[in-house]
C-alpha cells in the first residue's frame, strides 16, 4: 500500500512534465578520452539488416503482440493469426541467401561519403543473429540458413573485417530483449507485448538463464570479432526498475484504464549490465556502451531517434536517421536528397552531435543504387567542407538567422554555414575578431572582405563567388579566432 506522502510525490511526477533524461559522465578517463575521440567523427553509419529483409517489413516488430502502426502484420500466409504469422516469420531463416553481400563495395562507397563510423545489427528483437553464435542456432550460419554455405557467412564478422580496413570505427548494435529465446518470450506463457512474458522474480531460474545468454553472446562480440569501439544496446526496456519507478508506472495505469489502455508493461529486467560491461572491458577497455534511453553510467552518449534537439546538447550525443524507407529495406524507399542529409548534418553538428544514418541492405545483400548515389554527393560536398564538420564542437550558439555554426574544438576556428541563397552581406552577431583576420570559404582561396558592425562582423560575398560557389546546398566561411 502506497503512503500518502508517495502518492503526492508520484501524483506529481504524473501530471507535470519531467526534465530531459540526465547524463551520468563515465568514470573511466580511458573512456572519456574514447568518447572525445568519437565526437570528432561526426557522420556514421548505421544498417539494419535480417532475415526479415525479405518481407520488406519493419525489422522484427510484426512478431511483438502490441497494437501499434508498427507491429500491424501484412505478409506470410496467415498474417491475422499471430501464432502462424510467427511461425513463416521464423522460417524466414530458411530462405535467407544474400548471394550479392560484398561488405567492401558498402565500406568504400560509406569512406567515399566520409563516414567514419558503423553501426551494425548484429542482433535485432527477433533474436536472428547475423553472427556466429555458439548459444543459438537461429542464426545465418546454422545449417537450416541457406547462406551457411557462403564463405562470408558469418556477415559480422565480414563486415567489420571490411569497414575497419576502410579505417571507420566498429559498433556492434545489439538487442537486449530476444523474443526467441525461450528464456525471454517461455513458451509456457504466451507473449504480451515487447516485455518478457513472465515475472522474473517468480520464475528466477528462467531469468537468470536469459541474462546468460545475453553476457554470453555479448562476449562472443567483444573477443572474437576484433577490436569494437562501441557496443549499442538497444531494447530501453530491458533494464532494473526502482520499486518507485514500478509504483508509477501502476498508478498511471489505474488513472488511464479510465479512458483508455497501457499498451506495453512495466517490467524489472535486470541483465546486470555493470557486470557485463566489467568483463567486456576487460577484453576492450576504451569500449563505449550506448545503454540506449536508460539514464544511468552505461548510456556513454545520447541517442535520440530520428529526430533532432531544438538546442545545444553538451552531453556526448548522437541523431539516428532514416536515409530512406524504414529501419529495415522496404521496397521502392524514397531517399532523402544530398541536400537534405547535407542541412540535417550541419543542423546535428551546429547542435553538438553525431549523424548516424541509416541504409538497409536489400535481402539480395546489395544496396539500393540510391544510396550509393546518395553517399556520393554528401561525400564530394564534405571533402569541400569537411574542416567545418569534423573535430568540431558547437559554439555558444548554434543558429544565427540562416547561418549555422561549429567551431574547432580548440577554438582555433569559427564557422559559418549558409544553408540558404547566399548573400552579398553576412552578418554575424556578438562576435569580435583582429583587424588582420583572414576570413575564407572552404573550397576557394579568395580571401574575404570584412568590417566591423554595430553588434558583430559584416562579411561581404562578392558576386563572382555568389554566382560560382565552390560547391552546392551548402557553404562553410571560415573565420580564425587565433592568429
Known sequence: MLKWWRFIFLFLLLNFPLKAQKYYADPSPVVQQKLEKWRDLKFGLLMHWGAYSQWGIVESWSICPEDYPWCQRTMG??????FKYLQAYQKLQTTFNPSKFNPSKWAKAAKDAGMKYLVFTTKHHDGFCMFDSKFTDYKVTDVKCPFHKNQKADITKEIFKAFRKQGLWIGAYFSKPDWHNEYYWNPYFPPLDRNVNYDPELH???WQKFVEYTHNQIMELVTRYGP???LWLDGGWVAKKTQEELEIYYLKRLKE???GFIKNRV???DIKLAELVKKARQTQPDLI????AVEGPFQNYLTPENTIPDSIIEAPWESCIIAGGGWSWVPNAKYKSAEEVIKILINIVAKGGNLLLNIAPRPDGEWDQQAYELLSEVGHWLRINGEAIYGTRAWRTFKQNNIWFSRKQDHSALYAFVTDEMPKKLEIENL???LNTKIEILGSSQTLLWKDSDNGIAILIPDDLRKNPP?????AIKIPLKN
Open 471 to 475: 560547391c552546392k546546398f551548402a557553404w
Open 77 to 82: 500466409p496467415d498474417p491475422h493469426h499471430y
Open 289 to 292: 556502451v550506448v545503454d540506449r
Open 257 to 259: 484504464n479510465k479512458s
Open 432 to 434: 569580435k575578431i583582429p
Open 267 to 269: 517490467v524489472s529486467q
Open 228 to 230: 569494437i569501439d562501441s
Open 204 to 206: 528466477s531460474n528462467w
